[in-house]
């Protein structure tokens, strides 16, 4: 089974679970649920471009799972697509994340909470990673760098919904909300990139 192949929710949830407490299974049955954000439609808008700003590293890892040993913050399980203006994925796409970990701290000495994949065949990504803790004037949000080789990046933020700091971080933007499902000490967090492509 591929890393992007989510099990059904019943066989999750029917004994199938695993005992590590890193796995993240009950979200992943729920991940498989979550309607893309946003929902693509032919002659979409790209995904809105934000700042880079203080705290990106180049040169992460490539790597899809960003859990420490020393869990304090909720996990999460973030996947998505790549998807062009006319909803056809875009394979090969370098997604580079990097967010605050659970004190609202940034690592900029070594790359924890920061690593990079590349979308599958159909333009699909998946990271296992935790809720970043609030800093001073922001709200939760992941930084992103999404990069079709050759052709286009997109330097972006996403954002939690329903976070009361989000109406008083200027950068916030609704459409750069996750869609969240929750799940016992879990969540799973979807969001599709829309690229300037045909």
Known sequence: MSPYD?????????????????TLTPADAF???????????????PTLPQIE???????SPERADLL?????????????SVLTRTCKG?????????????????????????????TDAQGRF??????PALYPGRTRHYHFKVLATGK??????LYFPNEPMNARDSLYRRALELTIANVENAMAA????VLDLR
Do not use: M
Request: aromatic share 10%; charged share 30%.
């Open 31 to 45: 991940a498989q649920e979550l309607v893309p954000t946003p929902e693509c439609r032919d002659g979409d808008e």
């Open 152 to 157: 286009q990046l997109l330097t972006t933020q």
């Open 90 to 118: 875009v394979p090969r796409v370098l997604i580079d994340l990097w967010h605050a970990d659970a004190t609202g701290e940034y690592d900029n000495r070594g790359f924890r909470y920061r690593g990079h994949v590349f």
């Open 68 to 80: 420490e040993r020393d869990l304090r913050a909720r996990v999460v399980e973030l996947s998505g």
């Open 190 to 193: 979807r969001f599709d990139f």
């Open 53 to 59: 700003g203080p705290f990106y590293k180049p040169s």
């Open 126 to 131: 998946r990271f296992r990673t935790i809720r």
């Open 6 to 22: 989510l099990p059904s929710r019943r066989a999750l949830l029917g004994g199938a679970l695993a005992a590590s407490s890193l």
